[in-house]
């Protein structure tokens, strides 16, 4: 079983080959990471095949841990664990990962950083194998980082471009929020428990004091809300979609934003030990599946419609684990990999031909696009939860474990949120492929974009009949919907799909959207100001923080410096005053020995007149006084 | 007969001498001091033979002395007229008082 190792090994090496070549190798070798992933898709099929049937029994079938550090007493390791829900999610991420791969292939085709963008691609996809197999918190908050890092390198891929740059800062500052969580939440575990394997800390959790244990739940729900862009730290994933598309289908819809989804259904022991975590993931659930949806209702840019709308189901993930639906919940979010993984693959189709992202240039596509209109429509029914596509049966498992659960509120708002998503998704594909075209030269995408996304169209619309079995593979007793929700929850669908058909989709439809911004003045300001998070962490936080750094460059500027130059100045002044003395002390004295060194010299110069004769009277005069001088003496 | 003692050799070096010194101090001529230096030499020879003969007559110190400073004087006038010589080629005069070239 040691093969399961390699899965994320793999695209790690891939990637450790493909950094430190040039440019232009890497480009050429950027087939190595579709390689790479592809050999992890392989490897995990068989760690599939060997979790099969799955259940109960099936728990931790491959662990292995080694040992990588001591910190303080702290063991820490790299360890793999897989079991059924591992097990599952490593075939989610690689059949996504190799699709996108493939599709990227072609629409990546062009740009001329194209091997760093499948070195990244790859790391991601490393890192995500890593965290869904981490078998402690530790690892797992390494591969968390891992891909936060690939998440901001790829949406400010074109970081030539300002908006891309400005979006991957505050993914990746928006996402940090919530990190620190993760990180004070890692520290109470090990305070608690001496331990970060799952096992020691998932078994200990009912013993805890119940205060200990919601912190360390809350805390952790903290950094997944930061992760899986839930209300109040989603506003980053509508600005990632600056990065390129087939990123985001990965990245910002498939795997990395149901990071945080995963690490609450995995530390779901601390959320039930807690029970007041888990009603407030049902409430940050709730709130972010219908405010993502209603602002996903009147964007015009087609990857930001996609990305409230992930952000919506991600909050009917959580809504599901908050009910008590967690096999709901991990359900939804293979289903939703899948399918909304294939709407973004068409949205770059889509993107690519018609050379905006702006829906109200759209239009007509269908005739020109047929194979992207069908497949993309059937992504957007199963988004709309229609039967017998995935969604429907995601969603109506939902909303079962809400109903069954007693959470009527949280019933009907799900259900309203689902109405809201069928009236979007029919929005975006009427006004995309109905409708006047507004251009003639619209080409269908190439086959190898297409391949992978009739791939995941099949898997979208066949994967909903394994509900049962997915349930009883994680060990939960499988069932079919309840006929009654099921019913309604379609007929909510069909509302919502009537009601867009109504306002977009008729032949005399009114093409211009000013419709409703008339109907709903202040409701339509509103939402299409985003509730206003943006402004108000505008507001909020970065002014006073910008506000704040000027204030302490001011104080810094005046204070500070006028401290530091103070002291220079003073300095100056012992140099000058050292200067002076130099030159009317030391250099003067010099100076006076040579003048007066000087004047000797030319006062005595004139006795030495060259006459031989003179200087002979003076040797006379000179040996007449001496021989006075001996005469003297003598007497 | 009259006996000569030393104090007249004595007496007459001392002229001799003074003619000398007078005659190198106070000539312009090159030449004329040259010859002054060598008066004031015969003088002090003549002291030296006086004394010798006077005060250790079994000795003849002074004598050798004499001869010595006599061939040493006459080198030495040999290389003062030279000396003279290469002068008077380079100024064309031999007159003291006007070779001041080292004047201070």
């Known amino acids: ?635 | 007969m009259m006996q000569v003692g030393p104090s007249a050799f004595l007496a007459l070096a001392a002229v001799l001498f003074t003619l000398g010194l007078y005659g190198a101090v106070a000539r312009k001529s090159a030449v004329m001091v040259l010859m002054s230096l060598e008066l004031m030499a015969v003088a002090v020879n003549l002291n030296l033979v006086a004394l010798s003969r006077f005060i250790t007559p079994s000795e003849m110190t002074g004598q050798f002395f004499a001869i010595f400073t006599m061939v040493v004087s006459a080198a030495e006038i040999g290389l003062g007229l030279a000396l003279v010589l290469a002068i008077y080629r380079q100024t064309r005069t031999i007159e003291l008082s006007s070779i001041d070239e080292l004047k201070g």
């Open chain 1, 1 to 635: 079983m040691a093969y399961v190792a390699l899965i994320p090994l793999l695209p790690a090496l891939a990637f450790a080959v493909l950094a430190p070549l040039s440019r232009r190798a890497r480009n050429r070798m950027r087939w190595l990471g579709v390689g790479a992933v592809g050999a992890s898709l392989a490897l995990s099929l068989v760690a599939f095949s060997s979790v099969w049937p799955g259940g109960q029994d099936a728990d931790a079938l491959y662990h292995a841990s080694w040992p990588i550090a001591q910190v303080g007493g702290a063991d820490l390791s790299l360890g793999l664990l897989l079991d059924p829900v591992s097990a599952v999610m490593l075939l989610v991420v690689t059949i996504v990962a190799v699709c996108v791969q493939l599709y990227s292939l072609a629409y990546m085709r062009d740009d001329d950083r194209v091997g760093w963008y499948f070195g990244v691609l790859t790391l991601f996809t490393a890192a995500m194998l890593a965290l869904v197999l981490a078998d402690n918190f530790f690892m797992l908050y390494m591969a968390w980082e891992v891909m936060g890092l690939c998440s901001y390198l790829l949406i400010g891929f074109w970081h030539e471009q300002e908006a891309p740059r400005r979006a991957s800062q505050k993914a990746f500052l928006t996402t940090r929020v919530g990190d620190v969580g993760f990180a004070i939440a890692l520290a109470i575990i090990y305070a608690t428990v001496g331990s970060f394997e799952f096992t020691a800390v998932l078994g200990a959790a009912g013993s805890w004091a119940p205060g200990v244990a919601t912190a360390i739940a809350l805390l952790l729900l903290f950094a997944a809300m930061g992760k899986s862009a839930q209300v109040p730290l989603h506003v980053w994933l509508p600005d990632a979609m600056a990065g390129p598309t087939p990123a985001s289908a990965l990245i910002h819809a498939a795997t990395m934003v149901a990071a945080g989804v995963y690490l609450v259904g995995r530390a779901l022991p601390i959320f039930e030990a807690s029970g007041v975590a888990l009603s407030v993931t049902m409430l940050v659930g709730t709130i972010t599946a219908l405010l993502g949806g209603l602002m996903a209702m009147v964007q015009h840019d087609i990857k930001k419609v996609l990305a409230y709308s992930t952000i919506s189901q991600l909050g009917y993930m959580f809504l599901a684990i908050g009910v008590g639906g967690a096999v709901a919940g991990t359900f939804h979010l293979v289903t939703h990999a899948f399918f909304k993984s294939l709407l973004f693959l068409g949205a770059g189709v889509i993107i690519h031909a018609s050379h905006t992202q702006d829906m109200r240039e759209m239009g007509g596509l269908g005739r020109h696009m047929r194979w992207t209109a069908v497949t993309f429509g059937i992504g957007a029914l199963a988004l709309a939860g229609v039967f017998p596509l995935s969604g429907f049966w995601s969603k109506d498992e939902i909303l079962d474990a809400a109903w069954n659960g007693g959470h009527y509120a949280v019933f009907f708002l799900a259900l309203a949120a689902a109405f809201v998503t069928a009236f979007y998704v029919a929005r975006l594909w009427f006004r995309v492929f109905a409708g006047p075209a507004q251009t003639d030269d619209l080409e269908e995408g190439p086959a190898t974009m297409l391949l992978p996304m009739t791939v995941l169209t099949v898997i979208t619309a066949t994967i909903g009949f394994a509900a049962p079995a997915f349930s009883s593979f994680l060990g939960h007793e499988g069932h079919w919907p309840d006929p009654l929700i099921a019913i309604s929850s379609s007929a909510v669908a069909f509302a919502g799909l009537g009601v867009g058909w109504w306002v977009y989709g008729r032949r005399d439809a009114a093409v211009d959207t000013n419709m409703l911004k008339e109907r709903a003045g202040l409701v339509y300001t509103v939402i299409e100001r985003k509730f206003y998070f943006d402004d108000i962490y505008e507001h909020l936080i970065i002014r006073p923080y910008i506000w704040a750094a000027e204030a302490l460059a001011r104080f810094d500027s005046e204070h500070v410096d006028g401290g530091v130059n103070g002291v220079a100045t003073a300095w100056c002044r012992v140099a000058e005053a050292a200067w002076w003395f130099d030159v009317n002390v030391v250099d003067r004295m010099v100076n006076e020995v040579a003048h007066a060194a000087r004047v000797a010299g030319s006062n005595m110069r004139r006795i030495q007149t060259g006459g031989v004769q003179v200087y002979q009277r003076y040797v006379l005069g000179a040996l007449v006084l001496f021989m006075l001088w001996i005469v003297v003496k003598g007497a």
